[in-house]
């Protein structure tokens, strides 16, 4: 796991851009503390900074480079699957230097090219220089585990794994409204938009070819998606059986390291089996949760350590105040260098921080709620879509709903705000549902937060552009199959995936997300809905195959999710900060983004005995002004 960066100039005035590579190479240290490696062509530049996993002596530090200088790679990632692979060149007579997967991924790529992706299992970005004819090839793997952002123009073409290296090549930074609008209602900003105009992010399973001057984004991996699901002649239990093999084979590709590894572990269902198939092919690996103190709600401690007494896990958990929680904001927010406003980063980031003090490699559960229906907005979209008298009534009561309390803080609270935009979906059609779900708030609130000046830079066109393709798997189809790739492509690697990224990485720490073996997504894109919702059982098919392997207490309780108390924060220890940060009129009007009247109604509803979602805009907000304190004043 690593971090990387480069620059392909056009010309000479491009050229003079490769100054800027260590810099940029230096601001991904923590990504990779182990070693810094730069190479210089002429016109090409390669930055690497290793943490080291897998052959971690000296031989393997990179850029490397074959046997024949032609060709340079740096590699961000991890090939879980390059023993094998390995083996296979070494047949066809290919040498080794290394015992690095790194290595082997170079050898792969000079004997197949573009078509070497197809036979990598695992996550990666990596990028490689030909010196013989001056191309430069980057890639990145098929669900968007590891990130990879880029910017070209006609002088140059620079990427970086994260978004404050691109900035150190001094690029002209021109704020995005387009993607403001969308961060706005998600509380992220999914690619290929990112904040700043001119710099993007290369979706997952997407490459760039650049040859001379030009510079050719093209999708080398599509999720295979079967809008009904089919699974032919075989039955539920043998698809159960099937899942189970599938998910050791991933688990026990991602137990290889020559480092020390552990397991996060939640408490759920799914960071359970995972931790649970780990113990049996690592007996007394390290397991790691972390709870609230101060906040028994959202507190999951109890189950994590049921399923460490029922695996004989070394467990480790880590029970934080509103103190500790607090007192780790800044450092959270130090390390996002784009807005991105999931407040369950902060827990991710001090978990990985603990975790980091006893192994290098943490496996998660990520992954199988987008896949397997997990969520509750899952749930709601089979019901929504099916005609009944109960959508009938959710309907003609949303005025209750709307007249009620509603709050993620309470249980009461947070059903009434369920309730709410349940009935407010079945009014819309099937993408606008999806949106409305997915998002915060609608589109024409977003729109009223943006002032006068910042409306008039909004290119409308662009926005519904961009957001017609992320609700493209909608547009045939609203199964639940649908909903479940949308979710796939969009909150998976733009959401989740970012946020276990960035605070992983933050502290040095590589994650590994075995649903997410490619061969676990096409088998779950291959099932029919009833296999994953059942008579309200989400994940059902997931749930049923590993019921006899975990703790029966695990089944028939709520999802929390991992969430922080950002109300009761907000209401009391950080109420002056966000008067100073959020809901200052003399910045607002100086700075001229958003509409400080709306942000005074915001703040009224914050502090309201009915504050729905604004603590959720409140938090988006204040990442964006303290993001922009950070790398845009």
């Known amino acids: 796991m690593c971090g990387i960066t480069g620059i392909k100039a056009f010309n000479e005035v491009g050229r003079i851009n490769m100054i800027h590579l260590a810099a940029a190479?230096?601001?991904?240290?923590?990504?990779?503390?182990?070693?810094?490696?730069?190479?210089?062509d002429h016109f090409v530049g390669l930055g690497h900074r290793r943490l080291s996993i897998i052959d971690v002596s000296e031989s393997a530090h990179q850029p490397m480079s074959d046997a024949s200088g032609r060709y340079q790679i740096i590699f961000n990632g991890e090939i879980f699957n390059y023993k094998q692979l390995r083996k296979g060149l070494q047949e066809k007579g290919v040498s080794f230097q290394t015992e690095s997967d790194t290595e082997v991924l170079l050898q792969l790529y000079i004997l197949f090219g573009k078509k070497a992706l197809s036979h990598l299992n695992g996550f990666f970005a990596f990028a490689v220089f030909d010196a013989a004819d001056g191309s430069l090839f980057i890639a990145r793997d098929r669900l968007g585990i590891k990130p990879l952002y880029y910017y070209y123009d006609e002088d140059k073409l620079i990427f970086a794994s994260e978004m404050k290296a691109i900035m150190r090549y001094g690029i002209q930074k021109e704020l995005s409204f387009e993607s403001l609008l969308t961060y706005l209602q998600l509380n992220y900003i999914p690619a290929p938009l990112t904040i700043l105009k001119g710099v993007h992010k290369l979706p997952p399973g997407h490459l760039i070819v650049s040859k001379k001057n030009e510079v050719t984004v093209e999708q080398w991996y599509k999720v295979p998606f079967d809008a009904n699901g089919t699974v032919g002649r075989q039955s539920y239990s043998d698809k159960q059986k099937e899942l189970r093999e599938l998910l050791t084979?991933?688990?026990?590709?991602?137990?290889?390291?020559?480092?020390?590894?552990?397991?996060?572990?939640?408490?759920?269902t799914d960071s359970s089996i995972i931790a649970g198939i780990a113990s049996k092919l690592h007996p007394g690996i390290h397991s790691f949760s972390i709870g609230y103190r101060d906040d028994p709600f959202f507190d999951e401690t109890e189950y994590a350590e049921l399923v460490a007494r029922h695996f004989n896990t070394q467990h480790h958990v880590f029970k934080l105040s509103n103190d500790d929680l607090l007192n780790h904001l800044e450092g959270m927010i130090s390390n996002i260098d784009e807005p991105f406003a999931d407040s369950s980063a902060l827990p991710v980031y001090i978990l990985s921080e603990e975790t980091r003090r006893h192994v290098t490699v943490a496996l998660s559960g990520d992954g199988a709620?987008?896949?397997?229906g997990g969520y509750n907005k899952h749930l709601a979209w089979q019901k929504s879509v099916e005609p009944s008298i109960s959508n009938a009534v959710a309907k003609g009561l949303l005025p209750l709903w709307k007249s009620l309390p509603a709050s993620r803080s309470s249980a009461f609270g947070n059903k009434v705000r369920q309730l709410s935009k349940y009935g407010e979906g079945l009014k819309l059609s099937a993408e606008d549902r999806y949106w409305r779900w997915a998002s915060y708030m609608a589109e024409d609130q977003a729109l009223d937060y943006l002032s006068p000046?910042?409306?008039?830079?909004?290119?409308?066109?662009?926005?519904l552009g961009h957001k017609g393709g992320w609700l493209l798997p909608l547009h045939a189809s609203s199964s639940l199959n649908s909903f479940l790739l949308a979710d796939t492509q969009l909150v998976l690697p733009d959401d989740m995936l970012t946020k276990v990224d960035r605070m992983s990485m933050a502290n040095a720490l590589e994650v590994r997300v075995p649903?997410?073996?490619?061969?676990?997504v096409g088998f779950a894109f291959a099932l029919p809905e009833s296999f994953k919702i059942h008579n309200g059982t989400r994940k059902r098919i997931l749930q049923d195959a590993f019921k006899e392997f975990l703790p029966q207490k695990l089944y028939n309780r709520p999802k929390k999710g991992f969430e922080v108390p950002l109300l009761k924060w907000m209401q009391n220890e950080m109420k002056?900060?966000?008067?100073?940060?959020?809901?200052?009129d003399d910045k607002l009007n100086e700075q001229g983004i958003f509409s400080a009247q709306q942000l005074a109604l915001l703040r009224q509803q914050l502090h309201s005995n009915n504050p729905g979602d604004a603590h959720a805009t409140t938090w988006a907000l204040y990442v964006f002004q303290k993001w922009w304190e950070n790398y845009f004043k």
């Open 25 to 40: 190479t230096e601001s991904l240290a923590k990504r990779g503390p182990d070693n810094q490696g730069l190479f210089y």
């Open 249 to 268: 084979s991933a688990v026990k590709n991602r137990l290889v390291a020559d480092v020390p590894l552990g397991t996060f572990l939640s408490g759920g």
């Open 369 to 372: 709620d987008e896949l397997f």
């Open 453 to 463: 000046s910042a409306k008039e830079e909004l290119v409308m066109e662009t926005y």
């Open 515 to 520: 649903f997410l073996d490619h061969r676990v």
């Open 576 to 584: 002056s900060t966000l008067d100073g940060v959020v809901f200052n």
